[in-house]
């Protein structure tokens, strides 16, 4: 699983996930989407992506605000 930082305005707005196939449609996440929030948790740098994961754990849901083909969609998952 690879993140890379998506920059708009000169901020990074969210992360491209891209590889772990598997570990990305267990959350409802396709190669390439630009992830802008896990769990109302902003995706702004790859320490954050870190917290937020970790969170999962403990979490029943996971609720991803998404950029994918150019428009923003919420793709909400049940982790249990």
Not at 23 to 30: A, D, F, T
Not at 56 to 71: E, F, I, K, P, W
């Amino acid at each position: 699983l690879s993140l890379t930082p998506v920059y708009a305005d000169g901020a990074v707005r969210g992360l491209r996930v891209d590889g772990g196939a598997d570990q990305l449609s267990s959350l409802g996440l396709e190669p390439g989407d630009v992830v802008l929030s896990l769990n109302a948790a902003p995706l702004t740098s790859e320490a954050a992506a870190v917290r937020a994961f970790a969170l999962l754990d403990a979490a029943d849901m996971a609720v991803a605000r998404v950029l994918r083909d150019g428009n923003e969609i919420t793709v909400e998952t049940s982790l249990r």
